[in-house]
């Protein structure tokens, strides 16, 4: 009896913890002083819902993303800052949701909030929405500063997924604070091995990515 209550609980434990494959891990386990604000978990994103696939506010990233993460972490909360995190591992289910999105003409919801300057018909055309993201590979990421006086996120001086130039990284209407702030999140991530995206300030991919050509449909959860 005594063998077969050990051999339930090692299932229930194996049960509870392989949730993610091989070579990811749960961001918050490794840095539990993360912030963690997942959008496609909510409705505060430019489709007004939840994405297909998201079933938890909770980031995943592969273990080398991960790990030079946690390096960011650490040298921030000398600061007193932390990043925010709003997107990492995205399922391939997700991306085919913006997609059926995208071609859904008349569904223009968030486009005030989200892409005000841009027809919803030429996303695709322009690069904002892709049958396949590089965060289906698990080392992409998006990020933003908080300070963890105020609780409050740094002024980058445009929001999280605004299709348009004010998201562009060197955007010339942006004020000295907003340009500090883009400035000194790209390079704390880029000296721990990050490369940028150039027009989103938020957009980060590890070099050296483990699955360079490996897009996962696993979902978060």
């Known amino acids: 009896m005594r063998i077969k209550i050990i051999f339930l609980f090692h299932v229930i434990v194996v049960a509870t913890f392989a949730q993610v494959p091989p070579g990811f891990v749960y961001v918050q386990d ?21 994405v297909d696939g998201y079933h938890k506010n909770i ?16 040298e921030l909360l000398q600061e007193n800052l932390s990043i925010l995190f709003y997107d990492g591992y995205r399922p391939q289910v997700a991306v085919n949701h913006f997609v059926r999105w995208s071609r859904d003409l008349k569904d223009t919801l968030q486009k005030k909030q989200f892409y005000p300057d841009i027809s919803k018909q030429y996303l695709f055309k322009e690069g904002y929405i892709s049958s396949k993201s590089g965060h289906s590979r698990g080392s992409t990421l998006d ?34 604070e ?11 991530m880029v000296k721990y091995g990050f490369a940028f995206y150039e027009k989103e300030w938020w957009h980060f991919t590890l070099q050296n990515e483990p699955f360079p050509d490996v897009y996962f449909d696993f979902e978060v959860n």
């Open 59 to 74: 980031a995943i990233l592969t273990n080398e993303a991960a790990q030079a993460l946690k390096n960011v972490q650490n």
């Open 178 to 188: 907003q340009k500090s702030n883009r400035l000194r999140l790209r390079e704390i």
């Open 30 to 50: 490794l840095i539990p002083s993360i912030q963690v604000d997942l959008r496609y978990y909510s409705q505060q994103n430019f489709l007004g819902t939840k």
């Open 143 to 176: 990020v933003t500063l908080i300070d963890l006086t105020t609780g409050e996120a740094l002024d980058m001086g445009s929001s999280f997924d605004f299709f348009g130039m004010q998201s562009w990284f060197n955007y010339n209407l942006l004020s000295d």
